[in-house]
């Protein structure tokens, strides 16, 4: 058996991470949301006051700040999420979430960890501690 390359490895990591992305699209799309969104508001969710620094929230979720500020548009006229002018310096912008959109995240929240049950029901509890040190070693 050859070993596989690393930039093949780095190939099969990008296609999986771009099939699970569109799963989880679907798997969210009862909600409203893409997996994108769901991202963003689980950020906010777990951030201190759920509320962050636009570019803070970029970051986290991979986005650069204009793309970031594309995503919130449609979810801050829907009311998942709302500006906010920071109280100590006025050039930074602050992203807060909304109760309608802790309320929609709770509910995505349980459709993502039921994908995330059946999409790894297939490793043991051995192979998926394994699956986190790896990931947690390439980081």
């Known amino acids: 058996m050859t070993r596989p390359t690393p930039a093949a490895l780095l190939l099969d990591l990008a296609e999986l991470q771009a ?9 969210l799309s009862p909600h409203g949301i893409s997996f994108t969104e769901f991202s963003t508001l689980r950020q906010l969710y777990d951030a201190p006051r759920q509320c962050m620094r636009r ?14 500020t594309r995503l919130l548009i449609p979810m801050e ?4 999420v709302a500006r906010q002018a920071s109280e100590r310096d006025a ?21 993502f960890e039921h994908f995330a049950a ?5 490793l043991d509890a051995q192979e998926r501690g394994e699956l986190a040190r790896l990931i947690g070693k390439l980081r």
């Open 19 to 27: 099939d699970l992305t569109r799963s989880l699209d679907h798997a």
């Open 77 to 80: 006229k829907i009311g998942l």
């Open 55 to 68: 570019v803070d929230l970029a970051r986290s979720i991979g986005l650069s700040a204009s793309g970031v």
């Open 91 to 111: 050039r930074v912008s602050l992203v807060t979430l909304t109760r309608a959109g802790r309320r929609l995240f709770a509910d995505a929240d349980v459709a």
């Open 118 to 122: 059946d999409r790894l029901e297939a």
